[in-house]
């Protein structure tokens, strides 16, 4: 059911930023596209979402290219506590809401 | 502001038994939706909620599984038999509306033998 592509893992130095991409080239008019986090034994985090404009608030920033078929996020200096599974979720506006969670990328944040 | 409360955070039966998670939700929030997490994969939504009325079930396993939020607040999920394949995560969220933000409990990791 996953709408989305993302690369398995991926690692960063400690300081540096983190570029998370995600492919949804199906993705339609009408779908957000949401970021998550998972840090081992915790439920997902929400980090941050958008529909068209790219956005960012204090923990990440969320590009989105202009034909939306990708996005890409952004942790701008990752810490070692940034070590975790991100998920890209592509949410339609009028399909009750639902997430479809892919495997996500496990970032691995390196000292 | 208080986030979204889950127990037991541990359980272990044996396959057969029956289980039973509780999960409190934020304060207003009227979407409440239970997910099944098996180890290595991604959640995946079991039952959603909005206030005490079930807006989408498609993917419960009916004949085990069975989910309440009867004054459309707390919730329920409960497993009767267990089976082994049941052993996973099993995360509450909820969201102040039908299309907004979902925010996640911490989980309750049940074990079946």
């Known amino acids: 059911d996953a709408k989305t592509t993302q690369p398995p893992s991926m690692d960063c130095a400690e300081g540096r930023a983190a570029n998370l991409p995600c492919n949804h080239s199906?993705?339609?008019?009408?779908?957000?596209v949401y970021w998550y986090r998972q840090i081992h034994s915790q439920g997902p985090q929400y980090i941050i979402h958008g529909l068209k404009n790219n956005e960012t608030n204090e923990m990440a920033s969320l590009i989105i290219t202009e034909d939306r078929k990708s996005s890409t996020l952004i942790l701008p200096h990752a810490t070692l506590r940034d070590t975790a599974v991100y998920y890209c979720i592509v949410r339609a506006v009028y399909n009750f809401n639902k997430f479809y969670f892919g495997s996500g990328t496990k970032l691995n944040v390196k000292p | 502001e208080a986030g979204v409360a889950q127990s037991p955070r541990y359980k272990i039966i044996e396959k057969r038994q029956s289980v039973a998670f509780w999960c409190n939700p934020i304060s207003g929030h009227a979407t409440l939706y239970w997910y099944q997490q098996i180890l290595g994969q991604g959640p995946k939504l079991l039952i959603q909620?909005?206030?005490?009325?079930?807006?989408?079930d498609s993917q419960l396993p009916k004949d085990r599984f069975s989910a309440e939020r009867l004054k459309g607040v707390d919730s329920t999920l409960k497993i009767q038999p267990a089976k082994l394949e049941d052993s996973a995560v099993y995360l509450c969220?909820?969201?102040?509306?039908?299309?907004?933000?979902?925010?996640f409990g911490p989980g309750t990791r049940l074990l079946v033998l």
């Open positions: 909620f909005q206030n005490n009325g079930v807006v989408d």
């Open positions: 969220a909820s969201s102040l509306e039908l299309a907004g933000t979902q925010y």
């Open positions: 199906t993705i339609s008019g009408n779908e957000y």
